[in-house]
């Protein structure tokens, strides 16, 4: 390079990243507005964080890291505390006999730098990397904070972590009780129970009462995990804060009630939903957080099979029908379904939904919010909804006789229908139906698919390794020779980024029933729920079971999982034989 390096922005414009023109709108940017150059040209999307970063490394002669490419040991993390970590926004990455080496954002923070070395009583050395990239490697690798009280919750946590875009002043008054829930250790403790979830991707919050204490759990990849527990006094207090915040009368104590909050969490913005009961030892709430990231997942993501995958992706291009999906709560359904309602979400296409309630709100579908208090269920949705001309419907669930025949009708007149039931298996959701009053012509007439599914915990990739599972669990899980030759069985040893648990996310496992002719015709003759079973397997239909077994073979998930969610048959080594035939 002929030309004299400066600054670090010579070195954007040497490389190309940047031009002359946007290098001096950035500066203006920066004199107007007191931020440094490089936030500026992210800002103005000229450059990227870790453009900037790199070349700010390269300029003072520090080393870039690239966090998302490098795995950081435990025994490193631990050397730095999580409140120092996130204070001072640095992150250990490596030691070395009495040096320890970190990731800061600011090569100028010598402040920072001087004050770990006191600290740790260690030579400190740094590199770079940008701070959104520090802030996220902070979360994955501190994944709890460990031998906490809610005493010291409540004096370190910080009324700034979390922004409510609705206030306790915005709802004052409601129930027209004066409490002593606006109290700042209440405001702190419901902020950390909501921020803390978050951060550990809890699915819901449960504050449970009992007589002497109040427990506080989480729901984390399907799995209950519990928490520190607030004094039991401070019961009343946390519920009425809960209640100003989702709109709930704080005054009425005898009845279920619900809510819904929105909050903002740093740049993420989520619904709580919120359910409150009265128990024996006071009221229990549950807060069920709505992220909306979780539905902008693709029928690709869903974990389906490539045979399953291709069927499916052919069922949501039927002109008419209905698909079902069943499963029990908190089995994904809804994910499943709003998945399938992306991937159709078109402007040529009109989409109607009837919910109870509206967990997630999509652009471009016109969503309806069943209202019993107003006579507004589904029968009465589904029937307004026909005179819109629609041409695909989503019911939220068919829970009684008159939703699944409108479902039916809707189906019958060319409408494609998605809905869901709740049964153990795909094959039952015939019976389900016929049970609820629906003639079994009318059902094989009308129904092309049904989907039943699970969710399994992923093992964590940060902690993967390979297991060799003993004979006789092979022999128990009904394993053919053949397959186990192939199977990469694994497990997770357990680090903080999965909570030590050895799991870390979810993936759904699948049943696909496909109504051909063979099962229509069965279905028509109100034939016992298992012998449908076995032709759709004779067919081609993998079993819940199988699919899990699938996933373990490949070193997704592990045997105790699929156990948790999936029992196996007398008809699963049929379905075993279509692992076979994969291979």
Known sequence: MSQTIQDFTDLLLQRGIVSLDQLSEAEQMSKDTDMNIGDCLVKLEYATPEDVTEALANFHKIPFVDLRQIRVADDVIELI??????????????????????????PFDLETIEKLRFILNRKIETSLAPRQAIQEAINQYYGQVEG???????????????????????????????????????????NLMIAEAVQLRASDIHVEPFEDRVRIRYRIDGVLVERDSPPRRMLSAIISRIK?????????????????????????????????IPTNHGQ???????????????????????????????????????????????????????AALNA????????????????????????VEVRHAIGLDFGRIIRAMLRQAPNIILVGEMRDTETASMGIQASLTGH??????????????VTRMVDMGVP??????????????????TICPRCKQKSKPSES???????????????????????????????????????????????????????????????????????????????????????????????????????????????
């Open 81 to 106: 505390p999580e409140s120092v970590a996130r204070e001072n926004m640095v992150l250990p990455v490596d030691k070395e006999d009495n040096s320890l080496k970190i990731v800061i954002s600011d």
């Open 148 to 190: 906490e009280s809610a005493d010291s919750m409540l004096q370190e946590f910080t009324d700034t972590a979390i922004d409510f875009t609705e206030t306790e002043e915005d709802s004052a008054g409601v129930g027209g009780e004066t409490m002593d829930e606006s109290s700042p250790p209440v405001v702190r403790l419901v």
């Open 244 to 276: 100003i915040l989702s709109k709930i009368d704080i005054s009425e104590r005898r009845r279920p009630t619900d809510g819904r909050i929105k909050i903002t969490v740093g740049d993420k913005g989520l619904d709580l939903r919120v359910s409150i």
């Open 284 to 338: 229990s709430a549950v807060m069920r957080l709505l992220d909306k990231d979780n539905i902008k997942v693709g029928i690709r993501q869903l974990g389906l099979a490539e045979k399953d995958f291709r069927d499916f992706q052919s069922l949501i291009k039927r002109p008419n029908g209905i698909v079902l999906v069943t499963g029990p709560t908190g089995s994904g359904k809804t994910t499943t379904l709003y």
């Open 344 to 367: 159709l979400n078109r402007p040529d296409r009109k989409i109607i939904t009837a919910e109870d309630p509206v967990e997630y709100y999509l652009p471009g579908i016109n969503q």
């Open 416 to 429: 494609l229908v998605f809905s869901t039931l709740h049964t153990n298996d795909a094959p039952s959701a």
């Open 440 to 457: 079994g012509y009318l059902v094989a007439s009308s129904v092309i698919a049904v989907l039943g599914q699970r969710l399994v915990r």
């Open 473 to 583: 669990v092979i022999a128990d899980a009904g394993l053919p020779p053949e397959l186990v030759k192939t199977a990469e069985f694994a497990k997770g040893k357990g680090c903080t980024y999965c909570q030590r648990s050895g799991y870390r996310g979810r993936l759904g496992i699948y049943e696909l029933m496909m109504v051909n002719s063979r099962v229509r015709e069965m279905m028509f003759k109100a034939t016992p729920t298992q012998e449908i079973r076995g032709q759709a397997i004779s067919d081609g239909m993998t079993t819940l079971y199988v699919d899990g077994m699938r996933k373990v073979l490949r070193g997704v998930t592990t045997f105790e999982e699929v156990y948790r969610v999936a029992k196996r048959t007398e008809q699963d080594h049929l379905a075993m034989q279509h692992l076979l035939n994969e291979q």
